[in-house]
């Protein structure tokens, strides 16, 4: 694959990841009362410290990724949050009949999610973006070790 080719691929993987955080996490405000009280049903624990605190997730990790802006410890939180959530929302082993099917097919979904996050996390934002501009600014070849 040719630079230009990979640089814009990089640039519209981050785009398509970030979104599903940023979407969700937005929806998570609007829907307050409902996934407040989803989150209690599946056990979650200090569901008002919980729930402020996974939009603070989703959104400031899916804006920092898309923006590539300390793109690799972005997509290692999201990595870490999205593994908790799959296990504790989408245990499918636990579920049965087509409940049992809908949250196969969300875990799997998870684990592509995952598997982007990671690509990320491997080889970082890629030219266009902030780490690549800031890194471009310092006047150095290697992104500093903070934005790793």
Do not use: C, Y
Not at 61 to 81: D, E, T
Not at 124 to 130: D, H, L, N, V
Request: hydrophobic share 60%.
């Amino acid at each position: 694959m040719g630079n230009t080719l990979s640089n814009s691929v990089t640039l519209a993987s981050r785009f398509f990841l970030s979104a599903i955080f940023i979407f969700s996490g937005f929806w998570k405000i609007a829907a307050w009362s409902q996934v407040a009280g989803a989150m209690r049903g599946a056990g979650v624990p200090l569901v008002s410290v919980a729930l402020p605190l996974t939009i603070l997730i989703e959104v400031a990790g899916g804006l920092a990724l898309l923006a590539g802006f300390r793109a690799r410890p972005a997509a290692l939180l999201l990595s870490a949050f999205l593994v908790v959530v799959t296990f504790v929302f989408h245990n499918f082993w636990a579920a049965s009949g087509i409940a049992a099917q809908e949250q196969f097919i969300q875990f799997m979904k998870n684990l592509a999610i995952l598997g982007g996050l990671l690509r990320i996390l491997a080889d970082g934002a890629g030219p266009f973006s902030f780490d690549a501009r800031n890194h471009t600014a310092l006047g150095t070849s290697r992104v500093p070790a903070i934005a790793r």
